[in-house]
């Protein structure tokens, strides 16, 4: 999901409780924290969410500093490496205590990749355990959701921010391209050999060798992302399903699926369309 929706369900009220908000860099992820929080702790009214100017507002940042709301509460890294499983504890002590001020609660775990299985368990139990009277909200900011357990993945809706890896303008811009080309050839003729070629020329932009490496999906999928833009909103949606899809795929590789078939599958997923083609 992309930042923009989950900021719109979060002023219909309607957001998870559990967040992963993975990708871009961490001064992005804790912005995008802030922004959330805002939004769901605001005192505007909803569609004014976040009003950056309210008392709640004004005191709600994920980056630290003097500012402080008693339903916003944020766990740092307290370790070198790790966050600890005392501390986790001891954080997530602090929502099961209903809201001070703001009609809900949020809770940030600043570095999520570095939980330690422990703190992983303590939060876990906190996620399935959803507060009876008020909304809660826990978002785990990481690198990449893939730096989170299943469990934690599982009970989570992912936002991603941008690819992590820094990728080069070049390849994805030339893969965005040779991706279009295809598929313009498919809408006009909707013969499936496009959509096979289509595959091919995502599997040929990358190295794939490394069945964990996260790179090749992320490019594939910028470079999808920017192959939607000039798109109609039907067809710039199943494009960005789809670059969605490709960076979820990683695991599907350390099961010994071949980056082909993935790649076949997903496209053929999410770009397919039923009837014919229409010639204009
Ligand atoms: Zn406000």
């Not at 959330?36 to 605001?42: E, G, K």
């Not at 990449?144 to 299943?150: A, T």
């Not at 040779?178 to 190295?207: C, H, K, N, P």
């Not at 000039?230 to 899809?245: G, K, M, T, V």
Request: aromatic share 4%; proline share 6%; charged share 30%.
């Amino acid at each position: 999901m992309q930042a923009s929706a989950a900021i719109e369900m979060a002023r219909a009220g309607q957001l998870y409780p559990a967040l992963i908000l993975h990708g871009g860099s961490l001064d992005e992820r804790r912005r995008l924290a802030t922004e959330l929080a805002r939004t769901l702790l605001c005192g505007a009214a909803a569609e004014r969410r976040p009003c950056n100017d309210c008392r709640h507002c004004r005191r709600i940042d994920a980056a630290g500093g003097e500012r402080f709301h008693p339903d916003f509460q944020v766990l740092e890294r307290d370790l070198r490496t790790v966050t600890s499983v005392e501390a986790t504890k001891r954080f997530v002590e602090t929502a099961q205590v209903t809201p001070f001020e703001a009609r809900g609660q949020v809770f940030v775990i600043a570095a999520a990749e570095s939980l330690s299985p422990g703190a992983a368990d303590a939060l876990l139990k906190n996620l399935e355990e959803p507060h009876e009277s008020s909304p809660r909200h826990f978002m785990l900011l990481a690198p990449s959701q893939f730096d989170l357990s299943p469990t934690l993945r599982s009970r989570s809706l992912s936002i991603y921010l941008g690819a992590t890896a820094r990728l080069e303008e070049e390849p994805v811009d030339r893969l965005a391209g040779a991706a279009a080309a295809r598929l313009e050839s498919y809408w006009r003729s909707g013969a499936a050999v496009e959509l096979m070629a289509t595959a091919s020329v995502i599997e040929a932009s990358a190295d794939w060798k490394d069945p964990r490496a996260e790179r090749p999906w992320a490019q594939a999928a910028a470079a999808l992302v920017r192959a939607a833009e000039p798109l109609e909103p039907s067809r710039r949606r199943r494009l960005l399903d789809l670059a969605a899809a490709l960076l979820e795929a990683p695991p599907l590789r350390l099961r010994g699926i071949s980056p082909r078939r993935i790649l076949e599958a997903q496209v053929f997923r999410h770009l397919r369309e039923r009837r014919p083609v229409s010639a204009k």
